[in-house]
């Protein structure tokens, strides 16, 4: 079908006939066979420019495609071919390169479409940045630790007391855990002394949770001279309270994040009057002041914690006198020490629940300009003494590279190990022992 525009050509050419035709008795010319021809000679003209230029395309449509199809194929063939080629001649290089263009692109319905690439490293959370508002700081003197090394799988745990139902050692990948093998199931600590909690304690434990309505953990604070308790907080899967059995009220918090099944840390600090209490990296309850003493505590597990799949099991607990605040050790003793940077077992990796105490050290060395400290680290006695020395060293250097991250100037910070040989306290428990793996930041000129 003719455009618009060569429609016009033909109009025009009409008219022009007409306007001939009533000259022709006059001029002795065929003018009506002489338009006829020009008008067919331009019409066909601008038909086989544009049916060139239909069919110029088509060429370059169709050459694309054969340009393209032989890439696509070429691509395939250096894919295969790296893939059948033995893994003994394989290079990492060349392991490296195959992996890529299998992630860069999938082939769906013959077309290729762009596989959705890993999120940028800089964008992911690390545990550091997830913990940098942590401010618990556990206390200096560890009176009461139970790590469950040396305990006995289904026997009671040695280092407590049974108030009621049923609590095993159990063994969970690899790991002795207290296991409360019945609802409604409480253990204390076995603490000759009655009322050995201190005006001022840390309490902290890991515990896990494997749903959000199986079962639920309690810790139970009983007055001092008494064996009624005071408070209850109840920890459960996204929210933690503490219930005052004085007044019968509650106080709420919330687990600000997502319910994710697994381990989590419990950390509380009393001072006197005042209590925090931590999850993770969320400091979930600060009550200023609480009116009556606590002399003890319990911990509880219920909702049914009878089934095997409810898992409720803790570990890891420690209990530790508050201290002074660790500035003013600085300035007393010329150095601090604590007992708060933790790390994996014989490795150098700082576990996130140390933000706390890290935190801590860097806001005094920001806020004091002139301090400069030697980080020592020091074990305790298990293990061979060469491997605990070349411990110490890594443990030493990797929380000075910590806070050299943070922002600290490299020429504030040195770094030594000691190993096992500076005992704060005997080998022989399992308090000693927690004294004795310590860092200690030390002033220097």
Same mark, same amino acid.
């Given at each position: 079908?003719?455009?618009?525009?060569?429609?016009g050509?033909?109009?025009?050419?009409?008219?022009?006939?007409?306007?001939?035709?009533?000259?022709?008795?006059?001029?002795?010319?065929?003018?009506?066979?002489?338009v006829n021809? /020009?008008?067919?000679?331009?019409?066909?003209?601008?038909?086989?420019?544009?049916?060139?230029k239909?069919f110029?395309?088509?060429?370059?449509?169709i050459?694309?495609?054969?340009?393209?199809?032989k890439k696509?194929?070429?691509e395939? /063939?250096?894919?295969?071919?790296?893939?059948?080629?033995p893994?003994?001649?394989a290079?990492?290089?060349?392991?490296?390169? #195959?992996?890529?263009?299998?992630k860069?692109?999938v082939?769906?319905?013959?077309?290729?479409?762009?596989?959705?690439?890993?999120?940028?490293?800089?964008?992911?959370?690390?545990s550091v940045?997830?913990?940098?508002?942590?401010d618990?700081?556990?206390?200096?003197e560890?009176?009461?630790?139970?790590?469950?090394? #040396?305990?006995?799988?289904?026997?009671?745990?040695?280092?407590?007391?049974?108030?009621?139902?049923?609590v095993?050692i159990?063994?969970?990948d690899?790991?002795?855990?207290?296991?409360?093998r019945k609802s409604?199931?409480?253990?204390?600590?076995? *603490?000759? @002394? $009655?009322?050995?909690l201190?005006d001022?304690? +840390?309490?902290?434990?890991?515990? &896990?949770?494997?749903?959000? +309505?199986?079962?639920?953990?309690? @810790? =139970?604070?009983?007055?001092?001279?008494?064996?009624?308790?005071?408070?209850?907080?109840?920890?459960g899967?996204?929210?933690?309270?503490?219930?005052?059995?004085?007044?019968?009220?509650?106080?709420?918090?919330?687990i600000n994040?997502?319910?994710?099944?697994?381990w989590?840390?419990?950390?509380?600090?009393?001072?006197?009057?005042?209590?925090k @209490?931590?999850?993770?990296?969320?400091? @979930?309850l &600060?009550?200023?002041?609480?009116e009556?003493?606590?002399g003890?505590?319990t *911990?509880?597990?219920?909702l049914?914690?009878?089934?095997?799949?409810?898992?409720?099991?803790?570990?890891?607990?420690?209990?530790?006198?508050?201290?002074?605040?660790? =500035?003013?050790?600085?300035?007393?003793?010329?150095?601090?020490v604590? +007992?708060?940077?933790k790390?994996d077992?014989?490795?150098?990796? *700082?576990?996130?629940?140390?933000?706390g105490?890290?935190?801590?050290?860097?806001?005094?060395?920001?806020?004091?300009?002139?301090?400069?400290?030697?980080? !020592?680290?020091?074990?305790?006695s298990?293990?061979?003494?060469? &491997? &605990?020395?070349t411990?110490? !060293?890594?443990?030493?250097?990797?929380?000075?590279?910590?806070?050299i991250?943070?922002?600290?100037?490299?020429?504030?910070? #040195?770094?030594?190990?000691?190993g096992?040989s500076? %005992?704060?306290?005997?080998n022989?428990? %399992?308090?000693?022992?927690?004294?004795?793996?310590?860092? /200690?930041?030390? $002033? #220097?000129?």
């Amino acid at each position: 079908m003719l455009s618009k525009k060569y429609l016009g050509a033909i109009l025009t050419s009409l008219l022009l006939i007409f306007f001939f035709a009533n000259l022709d008795a006059q001029i002795k010319i065929d003018v009506k066979k002489k338009v006829n021809r /020009e008008a067919n000679q331009r019409a066909n003209q601008k038909t086989d420019q544009a049916v060139d230029k239909t069919f110029d395309k088509v060429e370059e449509g169709i050459g694309g495609l054969f340009k393209k199809k032989k890439k696509k194929d070429k691509e395939e /063939e250096e894919v295969e071919e790296e893939n059948n080629q033995p893994e003994d001649q394989a290079t990492d290089e060349d392991q490296e390169q #195959t992996s890529k263009k299998k992630k860069k692109k999938v082939k769906r319905n013959d077309q290729e479409e762009e596989q959705p690439q890993e999120e940028p490293q800089e964008q992911k959370k690390s545990s550091v940045l997830v913990w940098a508002k942590y401010d618990f700081v556990p206390g200096s003197e560890v009176f009461f630790e139970d790590d469950l090394k #040396t305990e006995q799988n289904g026997e009671f745990p040695s280092k407590w007391d049974l108030k009621k139902g049923t609590v095993e050692i159990a063994n969970v990948d690899g790991e002795n855990v207290i296991w409360f093998r019945k609802s409604s199931s409480e253990i204390r600590p076995l *603490i000759k @002394v $009655k009322d050995y909690l201190p005006d001022e304690f +840390t309490l902290e434990f890991d515990y &896990n949770m494997q749903s959000l +309505t199986q079962h639920h953990y309690d @810790v =139970y604070f009983q007055q001092k001279g008494g064996n009624r308790y005071t408070y209850r907080l109840d920890v459960g899967g996204r929210s933690l309270e503490l219930f005052r059995a004085k007044t019968n009220s509650h106080i709420n918090g919330d687990i600000n994040k997502e319910f994710e099944p697994g381990w989590r840390h419990l950390a509380v600090s009393f001072n006197k009057r005042s209590m925090k @209490v931590y999850v993770d990296d969320q400091r @979930v309850l &600060n009550i200023p002041n609480l009116e009556e003493e606590i002399g003890s505590f319990t *911990i509880f597990s219920g909702l049914g914690a009878s089934k095997d799949e409810a898992r409720s099991i803790i570990k890891n607990i420690k209990v530790a006198k508050g201290a002074v605040p660790l =500035y003013d050790r600085v300035l007393s003793d010329g150095k601090f020490v604590t +007992t708060g940077i933790k790390f994996d077992v014989n490795s150098a990796n *700082i576990k996130p629940e140390s933000a706390g105490t890290l935190n801590y050290v860097f806001e005094m060395l920001k806020n004091n300009p002139d301090l400069k400290f030697c980080v !020592e680290g020091h074990t305790d006695s298990d293990g061979n003494d060469a &491997n &605990n020395q070349t411990l110490s !060293e890594s443990r030493a250097k990797a929380i000075r590279d910590r806070l050299i991250s943070m922002g600290i100037d490299s020429e504030r910070l #040195t770094s030594k190990g000691w190993g096992e040989s500076k %005992p704060m306290a005997s080998n022989d428990t %399992p308090e000693g022992k927690a004294q004795n793996r310590r860092v /200690e930041f030390v $002033k #220097t000129n």
